[in-house]
């Protein structure tokens, strides 16, 4: 499959109109390599994030997921700090820019090092990825 690169927004609207079908989903978000290096980590995710919680009014059946794209397939290990580093910085802005109830019960963590689930405490383990 090629890679489609669709625009945040393009995503916020699938994430929109699968919740209004009666979907569950689990949109995911990451930073590439190159972003990640220059420090916009956190600029790059919220920006992701903020395109997405503007199509969503009810998080009942939101599930964030964090995938670093730059951990899939290349090679390159990110630690377990880093990615608790990310899930901590979402769950405050999620509390900030859409609602304190919102922040923990349904962010749940996506991330796989080396292929392989991690999990991170105290959260649960759900399995996919970027690409998916």
Known sequence: MPILKESDETIAQKVAYALEKGLKVMPCIGELLEEREAGKTNEVNERQLKAIAGAVTDWTN????????????????????????????????????????????????????????LRLNPCPLVVGCAEC
């Open 62 to 117: 939101v599930v964030i997921a964090y995938e670093p794209v730059w951990a899939i397939g290349t090679g390159k290990v990110a630690t377990p700090e880093q990615a608790q580093e990310v899930h901590a910085h979402l769950r405050s802005w999620i509390s900030e820019n859409v609602s304190a109830e919102v922040r923990s019960p349904f962010i749940s963590h996506v991330y796989t090092i080396a292929s392989q689930p």
